[in-house]
């Protein structure tokens, strides 16, 4: 048996639908079910997916069902990963939609080569630091609802770009399934359904401190005055009608035609400094991601700030100075050599991820040479009470869902896109269906942090998709969302590859752990760390013994179970051999992977 984290399955249980979580936790522990046997693998998994043609692995089964007809009827990889996006944003808009930013990596199996996409959008053009800073009233951070944090909704130019360069399909085609279930209905998935009901008690609960317009948000998810429960069937007839405007009409209809009149005309209403000007000027960047080599063959590949995927990167070269898998995968010296990489990695983003059009990284951040000194800093016995920057408390879980389609000619999309925290800024403009993302909230308002606000720049990024190389060759998309999850969670899913030779389903599975802590990309550089130890947070399936130990190694720990902080995972592998697909999904959504 391969050397995996135990128990998990009780964390299975209670996301899986066979039981209500409340109900679970109401029995006796002894008297509650635990995960069945399987015939091969670990108990506490369920098997990858295989296929020869094409696949397809997103948060939602309708989705990764329309990328699959996408595929199907000739369209490439890129199509697929467009029309399941813009499914998503209709099915689970909890997590992203047309309001938000998006980042992807192509693999592109004509050049070879990996392409990165960055479209993210942008501040006003207009307003200055000390304006903003007017605004808030002596506010020492952006609020996280109303027009303050709003930034340009980057997705529909990158769906746009990535098209051009490498779509088959005519938009109408790729966005006609989302239009006929925007219009004619879906069932809710269960935990979208769960989500969103949370969703609906944080945005009255904010609205109470800083009130903000929240009448069309509340008339298309909440008109019944209660969120859709799982199963129900919801319509969203607004954002079908901006779909086929933007399928006839091209992505000028949303930066400079009457969509953007619309959003521009409602923002101005409520005190935004964004103009038409702003929407027009809106352009993704094609950047190059950044590979950086971990053992076996295994090579981690990201994209560079003003995301975080570099944390990942950095991440992988402290830890491979350690050779992991002489201890098991739930002990307590993997998870502290995982969590004391983290926070020095994260140390360095909260001092220097910026969008790099206003600020510039350190040259050695991702060398080895700077991984090993960074290692040197940690004490295998004992946690650090604070990690600085060398040459962070992140965000919670934000709001954000990522998927992969890989196709019959082998072009492979690794893709995220988000409205960032609870579902965005809480504001619908009049009649399109969408909400518009808060990512500005990840602005520093310190002029001397190179993540501070400015006009017409792009805040520090959560959101990150990721692709593995191996032997040279490409091998992987690789995806967890979840704020300041996601580097950690990109490490962990390829350590249990890598080191502990688990499926890539098992890998998603596993038991996880979440450090949040630290510095943060928006703080004031000059003060102290708010929580320099931060916590350690665990899943239950982290055996108990470990958890007594990291505690007596000094980690302050909490173990919680019911999984929205730890992310959501997708992955599809293709054999370079025989060029078959292996997809994955997992538990903590109602994803599925599926190919054909």
């Known amino acids: 048996m391969r050397r995996v984290i135990a128990a998990a399955g009780a964390a299975a249980l209670a996301l899986s639908g066979l039981a209500p979580a409340t109900a679970q936790e109401m029995r006796p522990v002894e008297q509650q079910i635990g995960a069945g046997g399987r015939p091969v693998g670990a108990s506490w998994s369920r098997s990858p997916v295989h296929a020869p043609h094409g696949m397809a692995a997103t948060a939602h089964p309708l989705a990764t069902q329309i990328a699959l007809d996408i595929l199907k009827a000739g369209g490439s990889a890129v199509d697929a990963a467009i029309a399941a996006n813009a499914a998503l944003g209709l099915m689970e808009p909890t997590g992203n939609g047309i309001g938000g930013d998006l980042f992807a990596i192509i693999h592109d199996p004509k050049t070879g080569k990996l392409y990165g996409l960055n479209g993210s959008g942008r501040s006003p053009s207009g307003q200055t630091l000390e304006q903003l800073k007017a605004k808030l009233g002596g506010a020492k951070v952006l609020t996280q609802v109303g027009h303050l944090p709003v930034t340009i909704p980057g997705t529909v130019d990158a769906w746009f770009a990535m098209h051009q360069r490498f779509g088959k399909l005519a938009m109408g085609d790729i966005l006609a399934p989302t239009i006929r279930y925007a219009r004619e209905g879906h069932p809710v998935a269960p935990v979208v359904a769960m989500y969103l009901d949370r969703g609906l008690r944080s945005f009255e609960a904010r609205a109470k401190q800083t009130p903000f317009d929240f009448a069309n948000a509340r008339a298309t998810w909440f008109a019944s005055g209660k969120a859709p429960a799982a199963g129900e069937i919801f319509r969203n007839p607004d954002l079908a009608r901006t779909l086929e405007v933007i399928a006839r009409d091209g992505r000028d209809a949303f930066y400079k035609g009457p969509l953007a009149q619309v959003m521009v005309g409602y923002l101005q209403r409520h005190g935004s400094a964004f103009t038409l000007a702003d929407f027009a000027a809106h352009t993704s960047e094609w950047v190059e991601p950044a590979c950086v080599a971990y053992r076996k063959g295994y090579e981690l590949c990201e994209l560079p700030p003003n995301s975080q ?156 998709p990721a692709f593995v190389n191996k032997d040279g060759k490409p091998y992987m998309t690789l995806g967890l969302m979840g704020g300041g999850m996601q580097p950690q969670g990109h490490v962990q899913v390829l350590i249990n590859l890598v080191d502990y030779g688990m499926n890539l389903q098992e890998a998603g599975d596993a038991a996880r752990l979440n450090h949040e802590g630290g510095r943060e990309p928006t703080e004031d550089l000059t003060g102290p760390a708010i929580d320099p130890l ?27 179970s019911d999984g929205i902080m730890f992310g959501g995972y997708q992955a599809i592998a293709r054999d370079p051999v025989s060029g078959v697909y292996t997809g994955a999904t997992e538990m903590r959504k109602d994803g599925q992977a599926s190919g054909y």
């Open 309 to 464: 995927g570099f944390a990942a990167l950095q991440m992988v070269n402290i830890l491979k100075n350690v050779d992991l898998a002489q201890w098991e995968r739930g002990s307590p010296e993997v998870i502290h050599y995982i969590t004391e990489a983290k926070r020095l990695a994260f140390a360095d983003l909260a001092r220097f991820y910026a969008d790099p059009a206003f600020a510039s990284l350190p040259q050695d951040l991702l060398s080895e040479a700077y991984g090993r000194q960074r290692f040197a800093l940690i004490d295998p016995a004992r946690a650090a009470p604070e990690f600085g920057p060398g040459a962070g408390k992140l965000e919670g879980p934000g709001d954000t869902t990522y998927l992969t389609v890989a196709d019959k000619d082998g072009m492979m999309v690794s893709l995220i896109q988000s409205n960032y925290r609870g579902m965005g800024s809480g504001l619908v403009p009049d009649g399109l269906g969408f909400m518009f993302q808060d990512r500005g909230e990840l602005f520093s308002l310190d002029p001397a942090h190179p993540n501070a606000y400015a006009p017409g720049k792009r805040p520090f990024h959560t959101i990150i």
């Open 534 to 560: 931060g916590t350690l947070y665990l899943e239950p399936g982290i055996p108990a013994a470990t958890v007594a130990k990291l505690r007596a190694m000094g980690h302050k720990v909490e173990v919680v």
